[in-house]
């Protein structure tokens, strides 16, 4: 699908499937990680530090119901009519129980203006039960589940300490879609030890899955992670791109990436006081419509090196 801006965006996105707009808000419901815990290993992913995923209002000693009224607050001093997804982030948002993840679905679905619900998690962490009870959780709102991929390349995944293979990651995508649930994954983009070849190899091993979602990242450096300990010993292993070197990137990642998947977002942007490298002084927008230029310039789009046969 060929759109204005050259790729699939995510606000395209919800306008097909939305009569309003629409604004996730970030929840931080106090989940661990099987690989911190040691159901799976203890450390965690060698790069992640999830503060840098929570907005100021994502507190865990505030209720699932308090963070999104004061999201709400947040977003609608500039957008008051508009409705919003709770968004289950911060770690592992399918690790527990059955009974308590659903009083906290359930309760971020009776706040007001609350019109869907996505959840970030891992794919080693979707339990039959857990799938069944949000396949009938899908049937009554909008619903997208986000699994952390990461990478499709089993050395890396093994480097980062990430605690699951890609067949993993494969499986759950699979299992979630056959429930008739939307699938979200991310990657990160330029990981140590992957090399530009093999970075976009991943956009066709991507396009393969039935995903509807991709999330982007660049790798960043965050204080307190095993990976800035790495980097201060051993600079050397990594590549960090430039900001137009990464732009470039992206660019030719689009250019083979299936065409109907949306694109939810193509960088992180870490808190600087946690942020070692790379700085590029850019907020996400600005970053964007680098994107949008670059495809502009070369007279690109996403799916233009598609290849159908491939999948």
């Not at 080693?124 to 990461?150: A, H, K, Q, S, W």
Request: some cysteine; hydrophobic content about 35%; glycine content about 6%.
């Amino acid at each position: 699908m060929q759109t204005p801006n050259r790729y699939h965006d995510l606000s395209g996105f919800f306008a097909e499937k939305f009569p309003f707009k629409v604004q996730k808000i970030s929840i931080n419901a106090g989940f661990t990680c099987p690989n911190r815990d040691g159901t799976v290993g203890y450390g965690g992913c060698t790069y992640c530090n999830n503060q840098t995923f929570n907005p100021e209002y994502c507190k865990t000693e505030k209720t699932v119901a308090q963070q999104l009224e004061e999201g709400k607050q947040f977003f609608a001093r500039k957008y008051p009519n508009m409705k919003y997804l709770a968004y289950f982030q911060a770690y592992t948002n399918t690790y527990g129980e059955l009974d308590r993840l659903a009083r906290m679905y359930e309760e971020a679905l009776s706040v007001d203006d609350v019109v869907g619900m996505v959840i970030g998690t891992r794919p080693d962490c979707m339990p039959d039960e857990l799938l069944n009870y949000l396949t009938e959780l899908n049937r009554r709102t909008f619903l997208i589940v986000e699994y952390g991929v990461e990478s499709t390349n089993d050395e890396t995944l093994k480097r980062i300490n990430r605690g699951h293979d890609y067949r993993t990651a494969v499986e759950a995508v699979q299992r979630t879609t056959e429930k008739g649930i939307l699938v979200g994954i991310h990657l990160i983009l330029g990981l140590p030890g992957e090399s530009r070849e093999q970075i976009l190899d991943e956009a066709e091993e991507v396009s393969r899955l039935p995903v509807i979602l991709l999330k982007l990242h660049q790798l960043q450096l965050i204080r307190g992670t095993c990976m800035a300990k790495e980097y201060a010993e051993h600079p050397e292993r990594f590549h960090l791109y430039a900001a137009d070197e990464y732009v470039e990137l992206v660019v030719d990642f689009l250019e083979r990436l299936r065409p109907d998947i949306v694109l939810d977002r193509f960088v992180s942007q870490s808190p600087k006081y946690l942020l070692i490298a790379p700085d590029w002084g850019l907020k996400n927008f600005e970053f964007t419509e680098k994107v949008k230029k670059c495809l502009l310039q070369r007279n690109t789009f996403q799916g233009r090196l598609f290849n159908p046969l491939s999948c």
